[in-house]
């Protein structure tokens, strides 16, 4: 079967002026979409062109239907014959898996593996945040299992669940134990450490010997005893899944699909959907894919023929599987040409399933490493506030314009009178040769008055007009809630999201976002 190879070949167009390309689809996509907002469809044209690329990958499933959808999908473009459906029909041998590919090198990814097991059994039940210092309680896991996986294996040559669990649960409860002859003949541990260090079918160092003896007979009975049973609890109960049922039959038997089928083409759906097998369903589909992952990150070291091909990984309903090491594979996927895929319905859906102290920020950094995004309509403040600030602000220009016109009338009268009288007298003499006399007097009087009246009238019109500039929102989180089509024949069957990408000016929008169409 033919695919393509150059990092640069079109998949999709998006707009009449712009296509998303390999290279793009690299960076990874994540879809925003509430209930019935026609997210899945919209996807679908994205799934479609993975397929016809001759794109190998893995799908994870939450619901029976997406089962279904995938085989129309292969059916519809001709990739039929590269669909394997991984139920319990299937098998997946982890522990064989990992130890024919690496020996006792591998025990640290069998190690991480079942941490993964433990990990998802407990959020699957509820109980991840019922106790308090969760680091400590994985270290402690993480390193019981450390000391019990190299001794297993370098006494009998091979790992089981059964074992492991066996293993654990005969070791001695304190120091005096492991010199009494009684408790060495019913201690399943005892045989096992007594072959590692004298009849090993795999040879251990004699440093890695020592150390294991030294933890199981003095480190491990000195743990006191209430946390010693937790630690144990935790472990046995998580793996004790694997002992029977589904889990047991997909991944203790035999092996007929390993990671590295996809390599050549395979698209390996895991119809193990988490509504139908429910917590077995997150078990099972978290594990698988971290081999998965770890399989395509380390792909680059094979011969050229196992990567040439580009792969995608698929999650709708991506809150059900995401774990912590999808920031590690996010962050390095692409340099092994791997194009992932996550289809959610609001940020606060991955913070109820991520948990933790600050799941917000857990969640935001997870969402931030894929490069493009996809919104389509959405009830959620929180998601769709995100979104605005995702795709940022622009300088907006908006005008204003006014009018006013005026008029004055004023009416007016004044009245007003006066009077003035007044009176004046002299008189004066003089002696001397000559002799004189003058007199005077006199008086006047007058009065007077004045009226009128006076009018005006005014008036005035004037008119401005002009403009201010402010950075906003390109999108308001309102639009994404308002403005986007949700398909049916309500909305001609059409299907509308933004979409953005981080790096990117598209042609039709002039920025790092555009509308797109999808056709039901």
Same mark, same amino acid.
């Given at each position: ?33 509430? &209930? ?71 025990? /640290? ?27 400590? $309680?994985?270290?402690?896991? +993480? ?21 492991? &669990? ?36 795999? +040879?251990? @160092? ?16 000195? &743990? ?21 049922? !589904?889990?047991? +039959? ?48 380390? !792909? ?17 309903? @991506? ?11 996010? #962050? ?44 389509? @309509? ?12 995702? &795709? ?10 006014? +009018? ?37 007097? /006199? ?5 007077? #008055?004045? $009226? ?8 005035? !019109? ?54 797109? !169409?999808?056709?039901?």
């Amino acid at each position: 079967m033919s695919f393509v190879k150059d990092l640069d070949t079109p998949l999709l167009g998006v707009s009449p002026d712009d296509v998303f390309t390999c290279r793009d689809a690299c960076g990874g996509v994540h879809v925003f979409g509430g &209930i019935g907002a026609g997210k899945t469809f919209g996807s679908y044209m994205l799934a479609g062109a993975y397929l016809r690329a001759g794109m190998g990958g893995l799908v994870t499933a939450s619901k029976f239907e997406e089962v279904e959808l995938w085989q129309r999908y292969a059916r519809k473009h001709g990739r039929a014959s590269s669909l394997i459906l991984f139920d319990e029909n299937e098998g997946f041998n982890f522990l064989d898996y990992n130890m024919a590919l690496h020996g006792m090198d591998g025990i /640290g990814t069998v190690t991480e593996c079942l941490m993964r097991v433990v990990d998802a059994a407990r959020k699957a039940s509820g109980t991840a945040s019922q106790r308090g210092g969760e680091a400590f $309680w994985e270290d402690a896991a +993480r390193q019981v299992l450390r000391y019990t996986l190299p001794a297993l294996y370098a006494a009998k040559g091979s790992l089981s669940i059964p074992d492991i &669990i066996r293993f654990i649960s005969t070791a001695p409860a304190n120091v005096k134990e492991p010199t009494e002859r009684e408790w060495q003949k019913r201690s399943f541990m005892y045989e096992m450490m007594d072959r590692a260090a004298r009849f090993p079918k795999v +040879r251990m @160092s004699n440093a890695a010997i020592a150390n294991t003896i030294t933890f199981w007979s003095e480190g491990w009975p000195a &743990i006191p005893e209430k946390t010693r049973g937790n630690i144990c609890i935790t472990i046995t109960a998580a793996l004790d899944r694997f002992n029977h049922g !589904r889990l047991n +039959r997909a991944f203790c038997g035999k092996t007929t699909v390993v990671p590295e089928l996809s390599f050549h083409g395979a698209v390996i759906v895991l119809a193990m959907p988490t509504l139908t097998w429910n917590e077995d369903g997150v078990i099972a589909q978290q594990l698988f894919k971290f081999m998965w992952q770890r399989a395509v990150l380390s !792909r680059n070291s094979l011969e050229e023929k196992h990567r040439e091909r580009f792969l995608f990984g698929w999650s709708d309903e @991506s809150q059900e599987v995401v774990n912590s090491y999808d920031y590690e594979f996010l #962050s390095l996927c692409r340099a092994s040409k791997c194009c992932v895929t996550y289809l959610t319905q609001s940020l606060p859906t991955y913070f109820a399933k991520i948990g933790g102290d600050n799941p917000k920020d857990a969640t935001e950094a997870l969402v931030g490493k894929f490069m493009t995004h996809v919104y389509h @309509s959405n009830a959620c403040p929180t998601t769709n506030e995100y979104a605005s600030r995702m &795709i940022g602000k622009v300088v907006t220009r908006r005008g204003n314009f006014s +009018r006013g016109s005026g008029e004055s009338v004023n009416v007016g009268m004044s009245a007003g009178s006066s009077e003035n009288n007044g009176s004046s007298s002299n008189y004066g003499s003089s002696y001397g040769q000559q002799y004189s006399s003058n007199s005077g007097s /006199g008086s006047s009087s007058g009065t007077g #008055s004045n $009226w009128g009246d006076s009018r005006g009238r005014a008036t005035s !019109r004037n008119e401005s007009q002009g403009y201010s500039e402010s950075m906003e929102y390109a999108i308001e989180p309102g639009d994404f809630a308002r403005i986007l089509k949700t398909g049916g024949t309500r909305n001609g069957n059409e299907v509308t999201g933004v979409w953005f990408q981080a790096g990117r000016v598209f042609k039709a929008s002039g920025g790092n976002w555009l509308l797109a !169409r999808f056709r039901q």
